[in-house]
């Protein structure tokens, strides 16, 4: 085996917030990787619209940066618990990790998750303490909280001995000690070149290649992304496509595009060598997993193994009356081609056709995962109806088990009372209970996964907004028991039309309304929350009667409370297990999955 000296293979990890992206985006800059007249936004790396709009990385990618004529080729990470699909597996593809801790929060549930991933795979961890110019930073205890968390999964000696960087991502600087020492980003480079190893392989060996991504190029078609394990690779090579769960399948393809990346570029090559990551194009059959192989040696590597879905929730073709009005692709045959066209993409994420040929079971590993897709999958003018998300149960030993959500939750003390009696109701059990500086107070709870579904929200209201909370996959225990219901039923609209001020005004005494005057409604849409548990028809569309007797104060104008729009989440964790979301392009609306009253009536006395 021979180590490529002129490469490092470097994954940024952190829980979400902690500042992964902006310090590519510092990296790339102090580097060179940008003119200084370029026009260059913020969190560069954070390329899609939703990943902008919502401050958080949903895909890994990659770039690289040229230092002391070295080539450091880094994976942004998403920090999500949601999205740990992405980091698991990547983290085969590089040779070491700098693992992020916001110098106040310290370390988080999703940090704890990934540190276990690469400390399982035996990578050494460089560990920056970010975020120290923060005015309530407290980076000392971080350190030891960062060092206690290595001691509790079990860390070697050597990975003990990592050594420590403090930076603020922001500024732009880095250094050995907690000051700013005027080199930048220099002494996180240097750490870098002397603490992660340069990849190693057999350079005169067979060709392999594993595909850890795939992108996608109007121009050049499929991309996949991966790392020469062993040999190198030159353009117009033939190699045979094998995976390791399917060995039979194997395929002769020619490489006709190859490149590496530059900065936030590919920038074509004619061969590329042990250790490096490329980009190969001009093969569609490629997908995550397969090995590129010399044809006289056709051995599959072996793919790291993803953990399990847990939330499942059926995709349905719209059948509402004002069904195909708003979407451009609205029939089961193209709402079933996206749903496994994603999973070219998406290794976390499982598909499966049902009786029906119009529902579609799709799994994932949380709400945000699956609004993900479905938020994406509006925005390119798909039309269809999503059920309430629920949780998958296996059965262990002949006992019934389901998933379990280790949740970490600051809040200030005021409100750490009111959490803990939801989170309480909700079979949560409390397992640590800290005050930290300024005043906020860390829960840390072990809940049922299911218990989560619809908390959000209202934990927001509950904290006044100040309230964060963290959630990770804490494995599966034997079922808790029963959770109550929502504590509020639903305001149904009683007929087809559009809602008038003079029927809302009315129908608002009765709880909180989704809509606005003017918006259409059908029999059976959902239209407001009801104050009571019970659900209850409202008729919004119920005009004003004219009379030719003018009473004092008759014509007023009617007060109406500001509707409460929710968003796709939102509507996501409102639904009752008899409701549906109905999503187009254009709108989000609740409705029941019976629309008519009589049906609903039957179907509730059994």
């Known amino acids: 085996m021979t180590a490529n000296g002129n490469i490092r293979n470097v994954a940024i990890i952190a829980h979400v917030d902690h500042g992964k992206t902006t310090l590519v985006d510092q990296l790339l800059w102090q580097s060179g990787a940008f003119r200084e007249n370029q026009t260059v936004s913020e969190r ?36 999500h618990a949601d999205f740990g699909g992405e980091v698991e597996r990547v983290l085969n593809m590089v040779d070491g990790v700098v693992l992020l801790v916001d110098a106040f929060e310290g370390p988080m549930p999703q940090t704890k998750f990934v540190l276990r991933n690469a400390l399982e795979l035996d990578l050494p961890v460089v560990v920056c303490i970010n975020k120290v110019d923060r005015p309530e930073a407290r980076p000392d205890e971080v350190v030891d ?20 960087v403090f930076a603020s991502a922001k500024k732009g600087w880095a250094a050995k000690e ?46 996949g ?52 990551i490329i980009a190969i194009a001009g093969i569609p059959e490629i997908k995550i997993g397969d090995t590129l192989c010399h044809p006289e040696s056709p051995t599959p590597l072996p793919f790291s193994k993803i953990s399990e879905p847990t939330l499942t ?27 496994y ?82 989170l309480g109701s909700r079979r ?28 959000r929200t209202e934990f927001l209201t509950d904290t006044k907004g100040n309230g964060i909370i963290n959630t990770l996959f804490g494995g599966y225990s034997p079922y808790k028991g029963d959770i109550p219901e929502r504590p509020q039923g639903s305001l149904i609209s009683f007929e087809t039309g559009e809602a008038v001020p003079y029927g809302m005004y009315n129908a608002q005494e009765r709880g909180s309304l989704f809509i606005s005057p003017g918006t ?47 968003s796709l989440e939102q509507c996501l964790e409102f639904i009752a297990d008899d409701e549906l979301v109905e999503v187009t392009p254009e709108s989000l609306r609740i409705r029941k999955k019976l629309l008519n009253s009589t049906d609903r009536s039957r179907a509730k006395k059994g």
């Not at 080539?71 to 998403?78: L, M, R, Y």
């Not at 349905?316 to 709402?335: D, H, L, M, W, Y």
């Open 145 to 164: 909280e960062v060092l206690e968390l290595f001691m509790e999964l079990e860390a070697s000696d050597a990975q003990l001995n990592s050594p420590f």
């Open 44 to 79: 560069v790396m954070d390329s899609g619209d939703l990943e902008r709009e919502r401050g958080i990385t949903i895909l890994a990618k990659n770039t690289s940066v040229l230092y002391k004529d070295t080539k450091i080729n880094i994976v942004d990470t998403p920090g």
């Open 225 to 276: 992304v991966g790392r020469v394990i062993n040999g190198t690779v030159n353009i117009n090579d033939m190699v045979t496509i094998v995976n390791i769960h399917e060995p039979g399948k194997s395929k002769n393809v020619n490489i006709s595009k190859l490149y590496e990346f530059a900065g936030l570029d590919r920038e074509e090559v004619k061969e590329a060598s042990v250790g490096s």
């Open 428 to 455: 949560g059990e409390l397992q640590q209970m800290s005050t930290s500086k300024g005043g906020y107070t860390r829960l840390d709870f072990m809940i049922p996964a299911r218990g989560l579904i619809g908390y």
């Open 520 to 566: 259409k409604v059908y029999a059976g849409m959902v239209v407001g929350r009801n104050a009571r548990r019970d659900d209850m028809e409202v008729n919004i569309c119920k005009q004003k009667k004219l009379t030719n007797v003018r009473a004092s104060g008759s014509d007023d104008a009617l007060r109406l409370v500001p509707a409460e729009i929710l």
């Open 341 to 422: 066209k994603e999973l070219n993409t998406d290794v976390s994420l499982r598909v499966e056709d049902t009786e029906s040929t119009d529902v579609f079971k799709v799994t994932g590993r949380g709400e945000l995962h699956l609004s993900i897709l479905i938020e994406t999958m509006r925005r390119e003018g798909y039309e269809f109806q999503v059920s309430k998300p629920t949780v998958l149960y296996k059965e262990i030993d002949g006992q019934k088990h389901e998933p379990m959500e280790a949740v970490t939750i600051d809040v200030p003390e005021d409100f750490s009372g009111v959490v803990i009696q939801k």
């Open 178 to 223: 907690m000051v700013n020492d005027g080199k930048g980003m220099e002494p996180l480079f240097d750490t870098l070149m002397e603490h992660i190893p340069a990849p190693s392989g057999d350079p005169t060996g067979n060709t392999q290649i594993l595909i850890y991504n795939i992108d996608y190029s109007s121009y050049l078609g499929r991309i």
């Open 313 to 339: 929730m059926n995709f349905i073709v719209n059948n509402s009356p004002f069904a195909g009005k708003e979407g451009k692709f609205v029939t089961s045959r193209q709402i079933r081609e996206r749903l």
